[in-house]
T-cell receptor
Framework: AQTVTQSQPEMSVQEAETVTLSCTYD???????LFWYKQPPSRQMILVIR??????QNATENRFSVNFQKAAKSFSLKISDSQLGDAAMYFC?????????????FGTGTRLKVLA | NAGVTQTPKFQVLKTGQSMTLQCAQD?????MSWYRQDPGMGLRLIHY???????DQGEVPNGYNVSRSTTEDFPLRLLSAAPSQTSVYFC???????????????FGDGTRLSIL
């Protein structure tokens, strides 16, 4: 069965600095997708960035980028020039396709604090 | 375009009561799912559906029922509420894998449910 592990329950970063959130996963599938979601105190789930497993190039969305290491099954999120609005829970998610359907598997989340 | 709409946003129940959490989407998504979010455990899949008339169990289905009579609606029923079902519940929807592989899930705003 697939698993997603976020080993950092909480992280802190100074405003304007860079922080990296870790995510590892386990799967036997070769084709899958990975996502990072942000959950601010409002409780909304907001997509931050996505990565297709068959694409070697790391995805980038403005200040957010990933370091995707397929062989190591690692999918870390880098936030550059951190802003106070980046403070939130961040969830790593895996989506694969097995037995005729697909399911998302989420990590347990990393709470990011941004210090002024 | 309303996206995914969940009602109610908050609910308090007594042990043994039943209730239905409503979820509706207006994006013509085939795939819909229900998650529960508990502290330190991320999002866990309760039930999901790949189209009208088709549902299946996720990771934590016990105590919950679902049905999918239309593409738009995917209600979640608590049959006999227990304190262990106190949680935040999220409904999500997306296109299926075969249509647009990298489309992420769209989430509702969540329902905070307390069982006394």
């Amino acid at each position: 069965a697939q698993t997603v592990t976020q080993s950092q329950p909480e992280m802190s970063v100074q405003e304007a600095e860079t922080v990296t959130l870790s995510c590892t996963y386990d799967t036997s599938e070769s084709d899958y997708y990975l996502f990072w979601y942000k959950q601010p105190p409002s409780r909304q789930m907001i997509l931050v960035i996505r990565q297709e497993a068959y694409k070697q190039q790391n995805a980038t969305e403005n200040r957010f980028s990933v370091n995707f290491q397929k062989a190591a099954k690692s999918f870390s999120l880098k936030i550059s020039d951190s802003q106070l609005g980046d403070a939130a829970m961040y969830f790593c998610a895996y989506r694969g396709y097995t037995s005729g359907t697909y399911k998302y598997i989420f990590g347990t989340g990393t709470r990011l604090k941004v210090l002024a | 375009n309303a996206g995914v709409t969940q009602t109610p946003k908050f609910q308090v129940l007594k042990t043994g009561q039943s209730m239905t959490l409503q979820c509706a989407q207006d994006m013509n998504h085939e795939y819909m799912s229900w998650y529960r979010q508990d502290p330190g455990m991320g999002l866990r899949l309760i039930h999901y559906s790949v189209g009208a008339g088709i549902t299946d169990q996720g990771e934590v289905p016990n105590g919950y029922n679902v049905s999918r009579s239309t593409t738009e609606d995917f209600p979640l029923r608590l049959l006999s509420a227990a304190p262990s079902q106190t949680s935040v519940y999220f409904c999500a929807s997306s296109y299926t894998y075969h249509m647009t592989g990298d489309q992420p899930q769209h989430f509702g705003d969540g329902t905070r449910l307390s069982i006394l």
